[in-house]
């Protein structure tokens, strides 16, 4: 068999890696959106790199949008196979790429308007909300540690990776030439001490490995010192500076973890009296699915349900999905805690907030989570920034910009190589790293090899191996 990288190749978003079996079989690893890559975004996510007629099945290891994303755009363009993942994955896309959709529609209307003053042909969203719909009849959900039989030469188990809701280690044995050959391929690592999540399980021994490496050349403070580093955040912006807390957040998964900590300060009247607002429909549709799989909540989660029965939610805590009431959180001077999406400020309510509050002194933007290069939210993170364009207005950056990196939903390179360490690493014909900047992968490479991995190949984008 043969598999070619077709994303997350030296980079950390739009995740696509094709197998193709020696009776023709095709299998494809997710199919994740390129993001913040500024003007190549939207050509990228155009030019899959294959034909989507052609592909028999789709395995997915979670729902973020760069493992998912371009799953309507495939269905668009002629896709009819199976989709299989876990249940979980399968609620979250159902929420997660109609939420996609409509937020093409609306950005691709900002944008046609600016093309129809400059006399420019108008261009099309990836995909409707319609077709976002239309795909999920396409899923098939398979539960943790069981295996299933795609067809009588394939079969895939899941394992948990606690990296979000649903996340799973895609465990593939297939038979060639009479042969079994076990591919697995871990998506995204999470970490071991997750508030809420399963932490990441051993999965079964594999001959070709494919690894994230997002953190390969970093280690995340303890989780204490998160919590407090956090916590004095909250009273140095809305006690001391009577400011506003602006924390751009995925929508799944950072979203829910930073409401778990809230509540969890909360209970122990360390929270100050002021008001928390998760602004995301996005966020308030995926509480309620983290609220419908107990399977994937870890036993320090369950134990808290016995004392409180609803640990995403307390008396200050405010659900929004009205547009007015987004706008008038902007019209409020008070102290306030505002949680909104996108994660790497790319798009949505929080690009808005952040637009209208970065340039008071008394507020501070926090960065919770892994931001790319290219991203706004990467940007603002620029030493001695003084200026910055958002939505093509020149803003002053007088707030404080914040970085709180262990709220990452990705583990450090200790605990990503603590968790590949269930592998006999002699047994391994082939290790590929993705989805990292090439500067860390180089950088993992080597921590790897030190702690006796071997064969460790940095796939370029396009780039194929037999197996």
């Given at each position: 068999?043969?598999?070619?990288?077709?994303?997350a190749?030296?980079?950390?978003?739009?995740?696509?890696?094709?197998?193709?079996?020696?009776?023709?079989?095709?299998?494809?690893?997710?199919?994740?959106?390129?993001?913040?890559?500024?003007?190549?975004?939207?050509?990228?996510?155009?030019?899959l790199?294959?034909?989507?007629?052609?592909?028999?099945?789709?395995?997915?290891?979670?729902?973020?949008?760069?493992h998912?994303?371009?799953?309507?755009?495939?269905?668009?363009?002629?896709?009819?196979?199976?989709?299989?993942?876990?249940?979980?994955?399968?609620?979250?896309?159902?929420?997660?790429?109609?939420?996609?959709?409509?937020?093409?529609?609306?950005?691709?209307?900002?944008?046609?308007?600016?093309?129809?003053?400059n006399?420019?042909?108008?261009?099309e969203?990836?995909?409707?909300?319609?077709?976002?719909?239309?795909?999920?009849?396409?899923?098939?959900?398979?539960?943790?540690?069981?295996?299933?039989?795609?067809?009588?030469?394939?079969?895939?188990?899941?394992?948990?990776?606690?990296?979000?809701?649903?996340?799973?280690?895609?465990?593939?044995?297939?038979i060639?030439?009479?042969?079994?050959?076990?591919l697995?391929?871990?998506?995204?690592?999470?970490?071991?001490?997750?508030?809420?999540?399963h932490?990441?399980?051993?999965?079964?021994q594999?001959?070709?490995?494919?690894?994230?490496?997002?953190?390969?050349?970093?280690?995340?403070?303890?989780?204490?010192?998160?919590?407090?580093?956090?916590?004095?955040?909250?009273?140095?912006?809305?006690?001391?500076?009577?400011?506003?807390?602006?924390?751009?957040?995925?929508?799944?998964?950072r979203?829910?973890?930073i409401?778990?900590?809230?509540?969890?300060l909360?209970?122990?009247?360390?929270?100050?009296?002021?008001?928390?607002?998760?602004?995301?429909?996005?966020?308030?549709?995926?509480?309620?699915?983290?609220?419908?799989?107990?399977?994937?909540?870890?036993?320090?989660?369950?134990?808290?349900?016995?004392?409180d029965?609803?640990?995403?939610?307390?008396?200050?805590?405010?659900?929004?999905?009205?547009?007015?009431?987004?706008?008038?959180?902007?019209?409020?001077?008070?102290?306030?805690?505002?949680?909104?999406?996108?994660?790497?400020?790319?798009?949505?309510?929080?690009?808005?907030?952040?637009?209208?509050?970065?340039?008071?002194?008394?507020?501070?933007?926090?960065?919770?989570?892994?931001?790319?290069?290219?991203?706004?939210?990467?940007?603002?993170?620029?030493?001695?920034?003084?200026?910055?364009?958002?939505?093509?207005?020149?803003?002053?950056?007088n707030?404080?910009?914040?970085?709180?990196?262990?709220?990452?939903g990705?583990?450090?390179?200790?605990?990503?190589i603590?968790?590949?360490?269930?592998?006999?690493?002699?047994?391994?014909?082939?290790?590929?790293?993705?989805?990292?900047?090439?500067?860390v992968?180089?950088?993992?490479?080597?921590?790897?090899?030190?702690?006796?991995?071997?064969?460790?190949?940095?796939?370029?984008?396009?780039?194929?191996?037999?197996?």
């Amino acid at each position: 068999m043969k598999i070619k990288f077709l994303g997350a190749a030296r980079e950390v978003t739009g995740s696509k890696h094709l197998i193709t079996t020696n009776k023709g079989k095709t299998i494809l690893l997710d199919c994740g959106m390129f993001q913040g890559k500024g003007i190549e975004t939207d050509s990228l996510n155009r030019n899959l790199g294959f034909n989507p007629e052609e592909i028999d099945y789709l395995i997915l290891t979670h729902a973020h949008i760069d493992h998912v994303g371009l799953i309507p755009y495939m269905y668009k363009l002629g896709f009819r196979g199976s989709i299989v993942c876990t249940s979980a994955t399968r609620d979250l896309c159902t929420i997660m790429l109609a939420d996609s959709a409509h937020i093409q529609e609306l950005d691709i209307k900002w944008f046609n308007q600016k093309r129809i003053k400059n006399n420019q042909s108008l261009v099309e969203p990836l995909y409707s909300i319609q077709e976002a719909e239309d795909c999920m009849k396409l899923f098939i959900s398979v539960g943790f540690d069981r295996r299933f039989q795609i067809n009588d030469k394939i079969n895939v188990k899941f394992t948990h990776t606690g990296h979000m809701l649903g996340s799973a280690v895609v465990n593939l044995e297939l038979i060639e030439n009479g042969q079994k050959k076990h591919l697995a391929y871990t998506g995204d690592i999470g970490r071991k001490q997750n508030k809420i999540l399963h932490s990441p399980s051993s999965f079964p021994q594999c001959d070709y490995l494919i690894t994230e490496s997002t953190y390969g050349d970093r280690l995340h403070s303890t989780e204490s010192e998160r919590e407090e580093d956090f916590l004095n955040v909250v009273t140095d912006t809305c006690v001391k500076n009577k400011g506003k807390l602006i924390i751009p957040a995925f929508s799944v998964g950072r979203t829910q973890e930073i409401i778990f900590v809230l509540n969890k300060l909360y209970n122990e009247n360390k929270l100050p009296h002021i008001d928390v607002y998760v602004d995301s429909p996005l966020s308030v549709n995926a509480t309620e699915v983290f609220r419908m799989h107990n399977e994937c909540m870890n036993d320090d989660f369950k134990q808290v349900l016995k004392t409180d029965d609803d640990p995403f939610g307390f008396n200050t805590l405010k659900y929004i999905k009205k547009v007015e009431e987004s706008k008038a959180l902007n019209e409020d001077d008070r102290p306030c805690i505002i949680i909104s999406s996108s994660g790497m400020l790319e798009a949505g309510r929080v690009k808005h907030h952040v637009a209208n509050n970065i340039s008071n002194w008394r507020n501070t933007i926090l960065i919770v989570g892994y931001c790319s290069p290219t991203s706004l939210g990467a940007r603002i993170q620029e030493p001695g920034l003084r200026y910055i364009s958002i939505f093509g207005e020149i803003r002053e950056v007088n707030a404080q910009i914040k970085k709180i990196e262990a709220f990452s939903g990705h583990g450090d390179y200790n605990e990503m190589i603590d968790f590949l360490s269930c592998q006999d690493k002699e047994m391994i014909r082939n290790i590929f790293l993705v989805h990292g900047e090439y500067e860390v992968q180089k950088a993992y490479k080597q921590m790897l090899e030190s702690r006796g991995f071997s064969n460790i190949e940095i796939p370029e984008v396009g780039e194929e191996f037999e197996l």
